[in-house]
């Protein structure tokens, strides 16, 4: 049963015996008394900001920032219920970024979950294996606007137990799209290395890193037009800590 606590929060009732219960809260984890100066209450409320926490602990935590409670939680207490570690994502300034992180986690420990429960062989037949199975292409985003000549894209790639990362500006992938689009032939440097493209290909094929990235223009597109709506206003001191994510579901990525 979901009812408000007289502290206002939401309270669950969750039955461990017969004759007995534990009482669980939404928990804010960012709390909204540091947040209501900054943010909207859609914002404030997101998903990603809740957790589920005992009642006391809720009491105890009450409307302290994270900068001041984490410390006492304990980094694997926060990793169990799926909170981003960065110290650098603890400030109400932060808490975009900390919700976008957070929401990456959530999914792909929903995405994990779920696959272990598809069965090996789909009607009959035998299912061939992905062949960049374990492997995650992410592209987060970071600038003040789609106008800004600084906007950066941050792309990371995990392949084969190791881990790569470099930065693009959004600028230049824009421009590249852009040439393609209008019928030129275009390069786009990438970590020292240049992704020459012919114009009217079906598809685009970008290097990163151990990893190659296909789509067509269309869908290259749809990526950019994703991060400069979902940009971070984050300094350029916080872009670079570490990102977890999910392959992008709009490209096709296999190893070089």
């Known amino acids: 049963m979901d009812r408000k606590t007289g502290s206002g929060q939401h309270a669950v009732d969750i039955c461990t015996s017969n004759d007995g ?8 984890i960012h709390p909204r008394a540091t947040l209501k100066n900054l943010y909207s209450k859609n914002e404030i409320n997101d998903l990603s900001n809740l957790a589920f926490i005992s009642a006391k602990a809720n009491r105890k935590i009450s409307d302290r ?14 990793a169990a219920h799926l909170v981003p570690t960065d110290e650098g994502l603890r400030t109400p300034e932060a808490y975009p970024v900390f919700v976008r992180e957070r929401r990456i986690l959530l999914a792909r420990t929903m995405t994990e979950l779920l696959d272990g429960f598809a069965p090996s062989e789909l009607s009959g037949e035998s299912v061939t294996a992905d062949p960049a199975s374990g492997e995650r292409l992410t592209f987060a985003a970071f600038g003040d606007s789609a106008n800004d000549p600084q906007a950066t894209l941050t792309i990371d790639v995990v392949a084969a137990g ?45 290097p990163l890193g151990p990893l190659l990235a296909r789509g067509s223009l269309e869908e290259w597109r749809m990526v950019l037009d994703r991060e400069y709506s979902e940009l971070a206003p984050l300094r350029r001191s916080q872009c670079c800590g570490k990102e977890h994510g999910l392959r992008s579901r709009s490209l096709i990525v296999s190893r070089r």
């Open 162 to 206: 190791s881990e790569w990362r470099t930065h693009l500006m959004l600028r230049d992938l824009a421009l590249f799209l852009s040439d393609l689009e209008n019928g030129y032939s275009a390069a786009l440097k990438i970590e020292g290395e240049t992704a020459e493209v012919e114009a009217g290909l079906d598809e685009i094929e970008l």
């Open 21 to 28: 219960h534990f009482k669980l809260e939404y928990h804010h």
């Open 65 to 78: 920032s994270p900068v001041e409670y984490f410390p006492e939680i304990g980094e694997s207490q926060l």
